[in-house]
């Protein structure tokens, strides 16, 4: 079997049921619209009885099916979600439903799931199944959610674009921007922002180290948390960096990230805030090198908060910069070769140097050989220098220096959050170019500094870019521990802006 025909492995076995699949997708499929339906409209729909999860999951899984051009899915399990949806059909006829009963969801290759591949978007790993699933996937799984497939990701999660040299179901690689396909998704949860730009699934988890679940719900108009560092489980996940990564939920409306926030970390629900007792900060510098399509759309909806009695307020952060610079690339870089190595060890069961061996992105393959491999970081004039005394510094110091100007900064100013565009950028062109290590940093640029220091941030959609029609979207970052905080206030600001109108080529 070649690599390329290893996407959609699981479809292969299920083709026999093809036309089982399509007519229970046409039973019922007219009670929902997958372009507005919401996971949870689609619990309360499925609980109530209004149709069943066979005909929801077989109508996800033809609109999958149907845009194989965005490159989305690395495996579709079209057997095992229509299995479980008939399964939870029969339970729900005996019981109660649980959250997510019956709700299709996608879940970022880096994630296990029991029995799919865990590719991580790598080609090494290709032939990895799991055993078992990773503490987030089971209690998406205790909470009655139907995982449809594994979503394709910038390669071992290592970029911001997407353009993935290993894995595609389209004709040419790179996961594509839903809203454009001529454009980048986003990275490194490329696949599962597509998904939900395009109206795919309600609902999907991605993993979150610099900005990979918010950037690609930016490009493609979905919303996301990065969590606070520790409040979801990180076992099961291939790792980059165990002090910056975490998993995040990503959906099409900020009440399912929180429906999945609660089902993974707990608690009960969250209501909308009171705008008028909310305060947000703003900082110069996370206003630079922007487009003018994300320049508009930032100003109207600054202005647009002011007008709904959210305080808004100027705030000085002149260190942030200088202080992220000094733990970003040290302890991403050199944690990735020790926590990589032990994640190989105890579930793929591969060297590290076989694994960047198979490396079929070039940026991806640059960095792990490099750097990561022998432990480097870049130094002057195109040099590279030992990253251990980097990182020491960044650890003992700078990172402690930056949490305490956000904790400084959010206290001083008695702020809910430091709002700011997700990224400079609309989506760029989708080739080998848009990988580049310039694209990496614009894009990172206002996302990197949060996911250094540990705090939470919250993307949301809150415009179409008034001359490219792309999606752009605004971040809250709130003090560590206010995860239900920004959800409380993205769920008012969600009503106030509004979900953005599907892509007008979604199916």
Do not use: W
């Amino acid at each position: 079997m070649s690599q390329n025909s290893l996407p959609l492995l699981a479809c292969a076995s299920v083709l026999a049921g093809t036309a089982l699949f399509a007519s229970s997708a046409a039973r019922g499929a007219d009670a929902f619209d997958l372009d507005t339906l919401t996971a949870t409209e689609a619990a309360a729909d499925l609980c109530a009885g209004k149709y069943t999860s066979e005909t929801l999951v077989a109508a996800v899984l033809a609109r999958a099916k149907a845009q194989r051009e965005l490159n989305a899915f690395i495996t579709l399990d079209e057997a095992g979600a229509i299995k479980a949806a008939r399964a939870f059909d029969q339970k729900h006829r005996r019981g109660p439903c649980e959250p997510l009963g019956g709700v299709p969801i996608a879940v970022k290759d880096n994630i296990e799931v029991e029995g799919l591949p865990a590719t991580a978007g790598t080609p090494a790993l290709k032939n990895y199944i799991p055993a078992k699933d990773a503490p987030v996937a089971a209690k998406l799984r205790a909470a009655g959610a139907i995982i449809i497939g594994k979503t394709n990701m910038h390669e071992l999660a290592f970029g911001i674009s997407g353009y993935n040299g290993a894995y595609k179901t389209g004709a040419d690689y790179g996961v594509r921007n839903a809203y454009d396909p001529a454009k980048i998704a986003g990275g490194s949860s490329s696949g599962n922002g597509a998904a939900l730009g395009a109206r795919i699934v309600p609902i999907a988890v991605g993993t979150d180290t610099g900005g990979s679940v918010r950037i690609p719900c930016a490009l493609n108009g979905c919303a996301a948390l990065r969590p606070t560092v520790g409040r979801y489980s990180q076992v099961g996940i291939a790792p980059i960096s165990h002090t910056r990564d975490t998993a995040g939920p990503m959906a099409t409306s900020v009440a399912d990230v929180a429906l999945l926030d609660r089902v993974i970390a707990g608690g009960g629900g969250v209501g909308p805030a009171d705008l008028k007792s909310v305060r947000v900060g703003v900082v110069a510098a996370m206003l630079a090198n922007l487009d003018e399509d994300t320049k508009q759309a930032f100003a109207a909806a600054r202005s647009k908060l002011a007008a709904a009695g959210v305080t808004v307020l100027d705030v000085d952060m002149s260190d942030l910069a200088e202080l992220n610079g000094k733990v970003s690339f040290p302890v991403a870089i050199y944690e990735a070769n020790d926590d990589m190595v032990a994640y190989l060890k105890r579930g793929p069961k591969i060297a590290l140097a076989d694994l960047a061996k198979a490396i079929a992105s070039p940026d991806v393959k640059g960095t792990y050989d490099g750097l990561v491999l022998p432990r480097k970081l870049p130094g002057p004039d195109n040099s590279v220098v030992d990253g251990k005394p980097a990182y020491d510094a960044a650890i003992k110091t700078a990172r402690p220096a930056l949490q305490a100007l956000y904790r400084d900064t959010f206290a001083k100013n008695r702020l809910d959050a430091i709002i700011f565009p997700t990224v400079p950028k609309v989506a760029i062109a989708s080739n080998p170019d848009s990988s580049s290590l310039p694209n990496f940093l614009l894009f990172i640029q206002n996302t990197d500094p949060g996911s250094n220091a540990g705090v939470p941030g919250l993307q949301i959609p809150i415009a179409l870019g008034a001359s490219s029609r792309l999606p752009v979207g605004l971040e809250l970052d709130g003090p560590a521990g206010s995860d239900r905080r920004l959800l409380a206030i993205g769920l008012a600001l969600d009503k106030l802006f509004g979900r953005l109108p599907p892509p007008a080529k979604s199916i």
